[in-house]
T-cell receptor
């Protein structure tokens, strides 16, 4: 079963707008939550990550918001640009488990129109 | 510095054929992973390795085997390919407490 649920499946935003992608998890042992960005024909690349001891992390135009009690976290892309058009995956893992295996969400295809 | 290199990039197989996908990393990473990516399902872990000579099952291991004889290489084998194994396969590696680095994938079609 999918332990990390991601929505929406696809998202269309105008240039300059805010893109918001949401994820929910079930396993309370998860303690590391990365977001990956994937362009067509390429592998995923780490975008930004958060640990549950903080509620928000910001890097440039990208912000993760984390709600531990609700077991939810989200990615906000401010001032979205056409170059941000890609597929985004949330993921979760427990650092303590063997191999720190990542569990991925289903992915969100983001299109930013010029 | 090539990072994570996957070979081949594309392959078409017939049902029942066997093949091996190669993943090579030049970062001296301990951990290596094989995923498959299917539309609407994200990336699912097939097998992984926590060091040279070790392998372990992931979420979807059936129909696949792996070997990690050398630290830099992680091989994924399909002994008897099935159409359900048509997918894009990604390899990743990482060092302890560091994020995973992914290759650019192998696109595999099984007819």
């Amino acid at each position: 079963q999918q332990q990390v649920k991601q929505s929406p499946q696809s998202l269309i935003v105008q240039k300059g707008g805010i893109s918001i992608i949401n994820c929910a998890y079930e396993n309370t042992a998860f303690d590391y939550f990365p977001w990956y960005q994937q362009f067509p024909g390429k592998g995923p690349a780490l975008l930004i990550a958060i640990r549950p001891d903080v509620s928000e992390k910001k890097e440039g135009r990208f912000t993760i918001s984390f709600n531990k009690s609700a077991k939810q976290f989200s990615l906000h892309i401010m001032d979205s640009q056409p170059g941000d058009s890609a597929t985004y995956f949330c993921a979760a893992t427990s650092i303590q488990t063997s191999g720190s295996r990542l569990t991925f969400g289903e992915g969100t295809q983001l299109t930013v129109n010029p | 510095n090539a990072g994570v290199t996957q070979t081949p990039k594309f392959r078409v197989l017939k049902t029942g054929q066997s093949m091996t996908l190669l993943c090579a990393q030049d970062m001296n990473h301990e951990y290596m992973y094989w995923y498959r990516q299917d539309p609407g399902m994200g990336l699912r872990l097939i097998h992984y390795s926590v060091g040279e000579g070790t392998t372990a099952k992931g979420e979807v291991p059936d129909g696949y085997n792996v070997s990690r004889l050398k630290k830099q290489n992680f091989l994924l084998g399909l002994e008897s390919a099935a159409p359900s194994q048509t997918s894009v396969y990604f390899c990743a590696s990482r060092e302890n407490n560091q994020p995973q680095h992914f290759g650019d994938g192998t696109r595999l079609s099984i007819l």
